[in-house]
């Protein structure tokens, strides 16, 4: 089983701060999204990067996919307390049909 | 339906018993998925249904797991003589089949069980 590492685990900032959360594997994934979770509800798909050092903005949140396809990480410029919940790498190899998910970063932002 | 529809929303039971969970999919998406989330982890992928083909049962835990789906819409995850270590939230997610849409999940709010 292809294993995703995220880190922080946990994050507490202000609101205005900038952040960075890093998902890492020692597999190669065809393609890599990004999942944020709010307490109660299930993951909403933020972002799917599919290419070698592709960078994909939205709006204040940048992902990139590192260029061998085993990493990638979440920036997000100015936190706001909506950023808070849990964000969530989840990577897709050729030999599964089925997503894998990291374990996790949980970001508190504090107004 | 609109989105994809879990229930129970929430299960107590008591250790030995069994469990039935449901998941209604969206409308059209051929996929089907079952997660569990054990209290703030990630996503421990189960199995995963496409059409008509053999699910994908590997990440199933044990034989007391199981899950069944009819055609292209319900599904209900099974878990047989309930342990404590089975307490988790247990989600399930639709896409669309092969294609462009094939990896675009949408997930349930999930089914929260606790075991006694």
């Known amino acids: 089983t292809q294993l995703l590492e995220q880190s922080p685990q946990f994050l507490s900032i202000q609101e205005g701060e900038n952040l960075t959360v890093y998902c890492n594997s020692s597999?190669?994934?065809?393609?890599l999204q990004w999942y944020r979770q709010e307490p109660g509800e299930g993951p909403v798909l933020l972002v799917t990067v599919v290419t070698g050092g592709e960078v994909k903005k939205l709006k204040r949140l940048t992902f990139q996919f590192g260029d061998a396809r085993k990493d990638s990480s979440l920036h997000i410029t100015a936190a706001q307390p909506g950023d808070t919940g849990l964000y969530l790498c989840?990577?897709?190899?050729?030999?599964?049909?089925?997503?894998?998910f990291g374990s996790g970063t949980r970001l508190q932002v504090q107004p | 339906g609109a989105g994809v529809s879990q229930s129970p929303s929430n299960k107590v039971t008591e250790k030995g018993k069994d469990v039935e969970l449901r998941c209604d999919p969206i409308?059209?998406?051929?996929?089907l998925y079952w997660y569990r989330q054990r209290l703030g982890q990630g996503l421990e992928f189960l199995i995963y249904f496409q059409g008509n083909s053999a699910p994908d049962k590997s990440g199933l835990p044990s034989d007391r797991f199981s899950a069944e789906r009819t055609g292209e819409s319900v599904s209900t995850l099974t878990i047989q003589r309930t342990q404590q270590e089975d307490s988790a939230v247990y989600l399930c997610a639709s896409s669309l089949g092969p294609g462009a849409g094939a990896n675009v999940l949408t997930f349930g709010a999930g089914s929260r069980l606790t075991v006694l």
């Open positions: 409308s059209g998406h051929t996929a």
């Open positions: 597999s190669v994934f065809s393609s």
């Open positions: 989840a990577g897709l190899d050729t030999g599964r049909r089925a997503l894998t």
